[in-house]
């Protein structure tokens, strides 16, 4: 009796390790990790489309963490998406001529914003706006290209190969 009770708290144990390690992966992996950021000053950016972007999902440069996405709202009178980026005051030798990309961590998982640095000898300040935007590509648009491209069909090929069966022996 003795030894199927051990097994029973051991199984229990182990079981509760593993339901600790998830909620640790869960929390380490996504936005919600903590991101202690100090003094910050905001750059707004444009997007046609922002896909699943939330709210303090990171904002990076060359893969690293510089700030967080503090808004985003749907501007009435353009109808696209303002995005207000919070960018650690550390970081304040951005060229004011950089781009703005909405990425996804992997194949289907959170999406951040990616600012790519331009040559600008003038830096961006508080309150400036990234001018030039790309906005998040979606997967469902993805796949439906793919099926309409990839179909295989005759008719859809251009007719500049014809020239390429020729006879060898025919003018």
């Known amino acids: 009796m003795t030894q199927r009770r051990s097994y029973a708290v051991g199984t229990g144990l182990f079981i509760l390790l593993g ?3 998830l909620a640790y992966l869960a929390t380490q992996t996504t936005s919600v990790a903590n991101y202690r950021q100090g003094d910050s000053y905001t750059v707004k950016a444009r997007f046609g489309n922002v896909g699943q972007l939330k709210l303090r999902a990171p904002v990076k440069i060359a ?3 510089i700030g967080s996405v503090s808004s985003v709202q749907l501007e009435p ?3 696209d998406a303002l995005v207000t980026l919070s960018i650690d005051k550390r970081y304040h030798d951005i060229p004011d001529d950089s781009s ?5 961590s992997g194949l289907l998982g959170d999406q951040y914003v990616g600012i790519q640095p331009g040559g600008s000898p003038e830096m ?3 309150g400036d706006e990234l001018v030039l935007t790309q906005s998040a590509l979606q997967l469902e648009d993805l796949i ?3 099926l309409v491209n990839g179909s295989g ?3 859809k090929k251009p007719a500049a190969n014809a020239q390429d069966h020729k006879p060898a022996g025919g003018s």
């Open 19 to 21: 339901f600790a390690a």
């Open 63 to 65: 893969g690293v963490r």
């Open 77 to 79: 009178d353009k109808l």
């Open 100 to 104: 703005a990309v909405i990425f996804t």
């Open 124 to 126: 961006l300040k508080d």
């Open 144 to 146: 439906g290209k793919f």
């Open 153 to 155: 069909d005759a008719s």
